[in-house]
């Protein structure tokens, strides 16, 4: 593990409060430089994390943008290094719930887009202005705004709120046609410009609830009311983390990932379902919050343990201290919470205390064996891989993780580290895939969706059992097509659809169809799948050598299970989309409404790669 920064001061939001308590190495007493020691207690953030996450964050999300949420000091994992973190990995801007915290990051020279949505009469909108941030507004703040941006001589980049049903902040729907108006107004001034609509979600973690389709609704009718207002918001914006990732099952994902999502959660590897964890959802916990055994002694059976003796000893064993406590940031209701020693997992036992907590070893002499004394072994509460998950407080507290991570207090300084570990998962670098050649390559243009499933079609006629093809192209760009399209030629049972809401799905030889007796299809969405080590999971290892397999986003992530493969790439045709710009939500949908319709006048370039010994032989020339 690099170390690249100790964060000792950890606040973004009051960076001359934060000096008082964070440093806890002495000074060096002489001048010569010493490596500086390890925090007795800190909070390690894997940068390395955060950008994994984030990537699969974008891939979930797109074509929308992605807004990455780093309020309340990236949720206490550091706002400046996380958000330049995201914005490496490809967040497209950042978004903070105060001004004060957004000037923070512009004070650290970062100057991404950045929205700030929460406001009060003395929020410096005049300071914002002048540093280029954009503000959320949700009624009486236009006019402040749009005076201090007049006062300036500057224009000011709002986003109209609008309270969709969740009753905090934002307009609410007998006001907006009004509040529209009045943005309107100040638009053609130059004092505003409206860049953007957004609401926030009430009820987004938990899947198919009514109240989420209703307050998409309402949204789509604010924009339309916006619009016929004279307004052009080129940036809607709706889902948090969860709306984000539950998008992929609604009827209609672009309703709820509009033009940007805004993630917070997700950003720091944490699940914000209740029935999910982060591994189910492809995310890697950032943040691990550790110490040192402090203390180690044996005790006899009935041993009272910290304030109210709340625990007594069972039986005679050996207690260990962990210098952490709820000034730290560890719930004092979060008795029983782990705590990770040496391999093992242990529950706090009695009273959390201030600074301390307290964990039964569960054997006696370890005091005084020199083998296995834990003291000063690391004590880890909550991490990635295998230690402890942040959900495991949050249960014994009663709360949820946002909050576990949120309050780890200023007392523990932050240790910014980057493990690499999104470098190793990163597309293309697992297997051997990047020597192994390729044997041919071929490029088609069809003009229409028939002409598409057409070319899949004559292409199954090539396949054979044991057969990988990695399916790559955007939402919209014809891959379910393309798939129906290898189904019908190798004559597989009817019902291929997109993949998304199953991870692999098998169609059978039709023995009634045209093809009797030939190979199995399987489908995989590995969209998902955030590593070669997560399609393991689903042991496709298996599978491969009995049907021929389809892996939708299986780039990067299924080259170590053949020597071979097609890779077969579809983008949309030459003038759909101008270089360098993002597709525009209209298009998306109409791609989208394109596949399942019969699907004129559809301009892809089709390019087949076969690679490894299984496609040493001449391309197949008679697809198109
Ligand atoms: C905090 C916040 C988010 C991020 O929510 P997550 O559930 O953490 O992804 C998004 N939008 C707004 C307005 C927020 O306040």
Same mark, same amino acid.
């Given at each position: 593990?690099?170390?690249?920064?100790? !964060?000792?001061?950890?606040?973004?939001? @009051?960076?001359?409060?934060?000096?008082?308590?964070?440093?806890?190495? %002495?000074?060096?007493?002489?001048?010569?430089?010493?490596?500086?020691?390890?925090?007795?207690?800190?909070?390690?953030?894997?940068?390395?994390?955060?950008?994994?996450?984030?990537?699969?964050?974008?891939?979930?999300? %797109?074509?929308?943008?992605?807004?990455?949420?780093?309020?309340?000091?990236?949720?206490?994992?550091?706002?400046?290094? $996380?958000?330049?973190?995201?914005?490496?990995?490809?967040?497209?801007?950042?978004?903070?719930?105060?001004?004060?915290?957004?000037?923070?990051?512009?004070?650290?020279?970062?100057?991404?887009?950045?929205?700030?949505?929460?406001?009060?009469?003395?929020?410096?909108?005049?300071?914002?202005?002048?540093?280029?941030?954009?503000?959320?507004?949700?009624?009486?703040?236009?006019?402040?705004?749009?005076?201090?941006?007049?006062?300036?001589?500057?224009?000011?980049?709002?986003?109209?709120?609008?309270?969709?049903?969740?009753?905090?902040? #934002?307009?609410?729907?007998?006001?907006?046609?009004?509040?529209?108006?009045?943005?309107?107004?100040?638009?053609?001034?130059?004092?505003?410009?409206?860049?953007?609509?957004?609401?926030?979600?009430?009820?987004?973690?938990?899947?198919?609830?009514?109240?989420?389709?209703?307050?998409?609704?309402?949204?789509?009718?604010?924009?339309?009311?916006?619009?016929?207002?004279?307004?052009?918001?080129?940036?809607?914006?709706?889902?948090?983390?969860? #709306?984000?990732?539950?998008?992929?099952?609604?009827?209609?994902?672009?309703?709820?990932?509009?033009?940007?999502?805004?993630?917070?959660? #997700?950003?720091?590897?944490?699940?914000?379902?209740?029935?999910?964890?982060?591994?189910?959802?492809?995310?890697?916990?950032?943040?691990?919050?550790?110490?040192?055994?402090?203390?180690?002694?044996?005790?006899?059976?009935?041993?009272?343990?910290?304030?109210?003796?709340?625990?007594?000893?069972?039986?005679?064993?050996?207690?260990?201290? $962990?210098?952490?406590?709820?000034?730290? #940031?560890?719930?004092?209701? /979060?008795?029983? /919470?782990?705590?990770?020693?040496?391999?093992?997992?242990?529950?706090?036992?009695?009273?959390?205390?201030?600074?301390?907590?307290?964990?039964?070893?569960?054997?006696?002499?370890?005091?005084?064996?020199?083998?296995?004394?834990?003291?000063?072994?690391?004590?880890?509460?909550?991490?990635?891989?295998?230690?402890?998950?942040?959900?495991?407080?949050?249960?014994?507290?009663?709360?949820? !993780?946002?909050?576990?991570?949120?309050?780890? @207090?200023?007392?523990?300084?932050?240790?910014?580290?980057?493990?690499?570990?999104?470098?190793?998962?990163?597309?293309?670098? @697992? /297997?051997? %895939?990047?020597?192994?050649?390729?044997?041919?390559?071929?490029?088609?243009?069809?003009?229409?969706?028939?002409?598409?499933?057409?070319?899949?079609?004559?292409?199954?006629?090539?396949?054979?059992?044991?057969?990988?093809?990695?399916?790559?192209?955007?939402?919209?760009?014809?891959?379910?097509?393309?798939?129906?399209?290898?189904?019908?030629?190798?004559?597989?049972?009817?019902?291929?659809?997109?993949?998304?809401?199953?991870?692999?799905?098998?169609?059978?030889?039709?023995?009634?169809?045209?093809?009797?007796?030939?190979?199995?299809?399987?489908?995989?969405?590995?969209?998902?799948?955030?590593?070669?080590?997560?399609?393991?999971?689903?042991?496709?290892?298996?599978?491969?050598?009995?049907?021929?397999?389809?892996?939708?986003?299986?780039?990067?992530?299924?080259?170590?299970?053949? !020597? @071979?493969?097609?890779?077969?790439?579809?983008?949309?045709?030459?003038?759909?989309?101008?270089?360098?710009?993002?597709?525009?939500?209209?298009?998306?949908?109409?791609?989208?409404?394109?596949?399942?319709?019969?699907?004129?006048?559809?301009?892809?370039?089709?390019?087949?790669?076969?690679?490894?010994?299984?496609?040493?032989?001449?391309?197949?020339?008679?697809?198109?």
């Amino acid at each position: 593990m690099e170390r690249v920064t100790t !964060d000792l001061q950890t606040s973004s939001l @009051s960076r001359t409060e934060a000096r008082t308590d964070a440093p806890t190495t %002495a000074p060096a007493p002489s001048s010569t430089p010493r490596p500086p020691a390890r925090p007795e207690r800190s909070a390690v953030i894997d940068l390395a994390a955060i950008r994994h996450n984030v990537t699969h964050l974008k891939r979930l999300a %797109a074509p929308a943008a992605l807004m990455a949420v780093v309020k309340a000091d990236a949720y206490g994992h550091g706002a400046v290094p $996380v958000a330049r973190a995201a914005l490496e990995a490809g967040a497209d801007a950042l978004g903070v719930a105060h001004v004060t915290e957004a000037m923070a990051l512009r004070a650290a020279g970062i100057d991404a887009p950045l929205l700030a949505w929460l406001h009060t009469v003395d929020t410096d909108f005049a300071a914002a202005v002048e540093h280029d941030v954009e503000l959320a507004v949700s009624g009486w703040e236009l006019e402040p705004i749009a005076q201090a941006a007049a006062a300036a001589g500057r224009t000011a980049r709002i986003h109209l709120k609008v309270d969709t049903g969740l009753g905090r902040n #934002g307009f609410t729907m007998q006001t907006w046609p009004a509040a529209v108006r009045a943005a309107a107004t100040a638009q053609g001034r130059g004092d505003v410009v409206v860049v953007g609509i957004m609401t926030h979600l009430g009820a987004a973690d938990d899947p198919g609830a009514a109240e989420t389709e209703e307050q998409l609704t309402v949204f789509e009718r604010a924009v339309q009311q916006a619009r016929e207002a004279g307004l052009d918001p080129s940036v809607r914006h709706v889902a948090n983390t969860p #709306g984000t990732i539950d998008a992929a099952n609604l009827l209609d994902p672009a309703r709820m990932l509009n033009d940007m999502v805004r993630v917070g959660i #997700g950003l720091y590897g944490i699940s914000p379902f209740e029935d999910r964890t982060a591994e189910d959802l492809g995310l890697i916990p950032a943040m691990t919050l550790r110490s040192t055994v402090s203390n180690v002694k044996e005790v006899p059976a009935g041993q009272g343990v910290s304030y109210g003796f709340r625990y007594r000893t069972p039986e005679a064993t050996t207690l260990a201290l $962990v210098p952490l406590g709820y000034a730290d #940031g560890v719930p004092r209701i /979060g008795t029983g /919470g782990p705590v990770h020693i040496n391999g093992v997992t242990y529950a706090e036992v009695g009273r959390v205390a201030m600074d301390q907590i307290v964990v039964d070893l569960g054997e006696p002499g370890l005091a005084t064996d020199t083998e296995r004394n834990p003291l000063g072994a690391e004590a880890v509460l909550f991490g990635a891989d295998d230690n402890p998950s942040v959900r495991e407080w949050s249960r014994a507290a009663q709360t949820i !993780d946002y909050e576990i991570v949120t309050r780890i @207090s200023q007392r523990v300084p932050r240790e910014h580290v980057d493990t690499g570990r999104d470098a190793a998962q990163a597309p293309g670098s @697992s /297997g051997n %895939a990047a020597e192994t050649p390729e044997a041919w390559n071929l490029t088609l243009h069809p003009t229409t969706a028939q002409q598409t499933q057409e070319i899949a079609r004559n292409l199954a006629a090539h396949l054979r059992t044991g057969d990988l093809l990695v399916l790559t192209g955007e939402l919209g760009a014809g891959k379910t097509t393309f798939t129906q399209g290898l189904g019908a030629g190798l004559g597989v049972r009817e019902g291929i659809i997109s993949p998304t809401f199953v991870l692999a799905r098998r169609h059978p030889n039709d023995a009634e169809g045209p093809n009797p007796g030939g190979p199995a299809l399987v489908h995989v969405d590995a969209y998902r799948l955030a590593t070669a080590a997560e399609v393991d999971d689903i042991d496709l290892e298996e599978t491969l050598p009995t049907a021929v397999t389809v892996v939708e986003w299986g780039l990067g992530k299924v080259e170590h299970l053949s !020597d @071979s493969r097609l890779e077969i790439t579809i983008d949309r045709g030459v003038g759909a989309k101008e270089e360098g710009q993002a597709p525009d939500l209209a298009s998306v949908l109409a791609d989208l409404e394109a596949e399942t319709d019969d699907g004129e006048d559809e301009p892809r370039t089709v390019t087949i790669r076969g690679i490894g010994p299984r496609w040493v032989e001449a391309a197949p020339r008679d697809l198109l």
